[in-house]
């Protein structure tokens, strides 16, 4: 029993030590709780301010090409998708790549709000200097985007470091790596 002030505190010492150990166990529970939520991605800080300058220069109408802006064989892309919220359309600048006749666009930071956007549209606009088209994007299946990314990984494609595999990686990692970071076939309507 411990006497502060004159009045007895015991029974409010035991509450405490209950309602910390009770708090404990709720940070616990809800640290557990967010272990199994759905997490969302989001892009490294960098990307937002190369996303700024890219996004400047491309409405502009200066030609880019990726990965290092003003050379390399990936061509960059104003994508204008839809939000799925507010309608709205949002922009992004996206390298497109670029094999056997067809165009696919992938995300290296995993599914983020564009991917979430273009998934609800099916569609997207594509603009390059004054050109703009209309094309409808269509997932690939797992085994079909594993294909692909291994092919672009094996040509040396240096945007496919930010999925986790490597040229010597099996058909299995990449069947892993396009589940959280998806391809998408682009098709002119």
């Known amino acids: 029993m411990i006497i502060y002030g004159g009045h007895d505190d015991s029974f409010s010492l ?4 209950k309602a910390t150990m009770a708090t404990t166990d709720n940070i616990s529970l809800e640290t557990n709780e967010k272990k199994t939520m759905a997490t969302t991605e ?3 800080w960098f990307v937002h301010w190369g996303n700024v300058l890219t996004l400047t220069l491309m409405r502009a109408g200066v030609k ?4 290092y802006i003003f050379f390399g064989s990936y061509p960059m892309y104003l994508f204008t998708v839809h939000g799925r919220k507010s309608g709205l ?3 992004v600048v996206l390298a497109i790549m670029e094999r056997n ?3 696919y666009v992938g995300s290296p930071y995993g599914i983020v709000d564009w991917v979430r956007n273009l998934r ?3 569609e997207a606009i594509l603009t ?3 050109r703009a ?3 409808n994007a269509i997932e690939l299946p797992k085994d079909e985007a594993a294909l692909v990314l291994r092919e672009e990984t094996r040509s040396g494609n240096p945007f496919t470091r930010f999925y986790g595999v490597t040229a010597d990686s099996s058909l299995e990692e990449f069947e892993r790596a396009v589940i959280t970071h998806p391809l998408f076939v682009l098709e002119r309507k």
């Open 89 to 91: 359309p949002r922009t």
């Open 128 to 130: 390059r200097r004054r």
């Open 133 to 135: 088209e209309t094309v």
């Open 42 to 44: 989001k892009t490294p």
């Open 120 to 122: 609800a549209a099916g």
């Open 14 to 17: 035991e509450k405490n030590e």
């Open 64 to 67: 880019l090409v990726g990965p």
């Open 101 to 103: 006749g067809k165009r």
